[in-house]
């Protein structure tokens, strides 16, 4: 049972790269989120899909991109990296039910030098 | 965004004690959930609450939705050396797109044999 697949686990860029986080579910859920941990500070919304072609801004997107072109797929883009996305990031997936059960990815994490 | 006051933020206990943990929310939510991240893992659901009052047991884990529907508490009775991590409560409230959830910032257990 894969469940949520992110990909890379650990990566580590230099200020003003670029890259993009993976994600893929094979749940066929519609409803797919991105969200970033710091320390100590929970875990905040980047950005969510409801289904393909559909994404919106949660509550901390500055900095980030994405695009939802399958229902499977959910990459995340930083353009111009800096040291404040220094993180660990969680892709998520749901069926979308009242409820919110989601279902998260291992995480991502990653070092802005 | 939704204010949830998790607490405490970390607790030192021997194995066999009981623990509890709550948080609060500045609104009224509609859904309470308690999930458990491991270290290096992504959380994992651990029970989900839909009604006020409802009460839910998984195993030696009880939570209970607040009948003011703005509080939830976790209790983990004798706990083992495995039940360390980070507890995090996450809810959803009327306004949020069905399936958004917000997190409160974790509750750090570490279990001493």
């Known amino acids: 049972n894969a469940g949520v697949t992110q990909t890379p686990k650990f990566r580590i860029l230099k200020i003003g790269q670029s890259m993009t986080l993976q994600c893929t579910q094979d749940m066929n859920h519609n409803y797919m989120y991105w969200y970033r941990q710091d320390p100590g500070m929970g875990l905040k919304l980047i950005y969510y899909?409801?289904?393909?072609?559909?994404?919106d801004k949660g509550e901390v997107p500055n900095g980030y991109n994405v695009s939802r072109s399958t229902t499977e797929d959910f990459p995340l883009r930083l353009e111009l990296a800096a040291p404040s996305q220094t993180s660990v990031y969680f892709c998520?997936?749901?069926?979308?039910?009242?409820?919110?059960?989601?279902?998260f990815g291992e995480g991502s994490r990653l070092t802005v030098l | 965004g939704q204010q949830l006051n998790q607490s405490p933020q970390s607790m030192f206990i021997q194995e066999g004690e009981d623990v509890s943990m709550n948080c609060t929310s500045s609104s009224i939510f509609n859904t309470w959930l308690w999930y458990k991240q491991d270290p290096g893992e992504g959380p994992v659901l651990l029970i989900a609450?839909?009604?006020?009052?409802e009460l839910t047991s998984n195993g030696r884990l009880t939570a209970q939705f607040g009948i003011t529907r703005k509080d939830s508490f976790l209790n983990i009775s004798a706990s083992i050396p495995s039940d360390v991590g980070i507890y995090f409560c996450a809810g959803a409230d009327r306004g949020s797109t069905l399936g958004r959830l917000y997190f409160g910032r974790g509750t750090q257990l570490t279990v001493w044999p």
């Open positions: 998520a997936s749901g069926a979308g039910r009242a409820g919110g059960e989601l279902f």
């Open positions: 609450l839909y009604k006020a009052g």
């Open positions: 899909s409801v289904g393909a072609g559909i994404t």
